[in-house]
């Protein structure tokens, strides 16, 4: 899951598609999820607005590749991400985000920098951050959440969460939230509320509130997303935020 397109929550040619890698790796279907508009009363398929896959590639040693797949609901890829870790250590991230033509490309060298270059239509940009042990880039948000969700109940943790458009770092902070708000849903063993650290920019940017199993599994995600869907109202296209509900059915492929 990405962050909010208020704040967003090189040049990648899109070719990395699912049945482009060696078959030599076992490949893991590791989530679904379809996304509806926000408070959607009818979960139907004729409601569905995109949909939602994240496959786990494994390779050679520690090494894992996350791979995401964000479709239309005709099922055409419209946006990936790549996240590839070596243990839980990050070593590249990348985006396609076919929509409105953006692209990321970072990597994390031997001296602690993250080397971005990104890409929004014709303009290219090229940067570098410092990485510390607290920050997080969007698709880590689930496994920080698995990692560390017995220190909620000590109260608010605070990370780095580097904004692939803007190729910066922004503090953002997990909250505890109680299973009887609105936003959690009814049959959420855990419920978090993931929001902007610094007040002001919090008036501009909606928060993500996460819902989740027993199994720590995430099952339902209301707020922002890196899609953008048509504004009815006006000839261009808008940010989606919506409802998004998940489901397990493991598949292994070769």
């Known amino acids: 899951m990405s962050i909010s397109r208020k704040i967003i929550f090189i040049i990648i040619p899109f070719i990395l598609q699912f049945n482009s890698y060696s078959n030599e790796h076992l490949k893991t279907l590791l989530m679904k999820a379809d996304f509806f508009k926000k408070d959607e009363a009818e979960l139907t398929k004729s409601n569905i607005v995109f949909k939602f896959e994240r496959w786990e590639v494994k390779k050679k040693g520690k090494k894992r590749l996350f791979v995401s797949y964000f479709k239309n609901k005709e099922g055409k890829v419209i946006a990936e991400e790549r996240l590839l870790l070596e243990g839980k250590k990050l070593i590249r991230y990348e985006l396609d985000q076919l929509q409105v033509n953006e692209h990321a490309h970072f990597v994390l060298k031997e001296d602690g920098y993250l080397e971005m ?15 510390e042990e607290n920050f997080i880039l969007p698709p880590m948000i689930l496994d920080y959440v698995k990692e560390n969700y017995s220190e909620f109940n000590k109260g608010p943790k605070e990370v780095e969460l580097v904004v692939p458009h803007l190729q910066k770092n922004i503090s953002f902070t997990f909250f505890l939230k109680e299973k009887k708000e609105s936003k959690c849903f009814k049959d959420a063993f855990l419920c978090i509320l993931f929001k902007p650290s610094n007040f002001f920019i919090g008036l501009f940017t909606e928060s993500l509130h996460l819902s989740f199993d027993k199994k720590l599994r995430l099952i339902k995600a209301s707020g922002p997303t890196l899609l953008y869907w048509d504004n009815r109202k006006k000839d261009s296209l808008r940010p989606f935020s919506g409802d998004s509900y998940f489901n397990y059915k493991k598949t292994n492929t070769k």
Request: aromatic share 14%; hydrophobic share 15%.
């Open 117 to 131: 270059q990104y890409r929004k239509g014709k303009e290219d940009e090229h940067s570098k951050l410092k990485w």
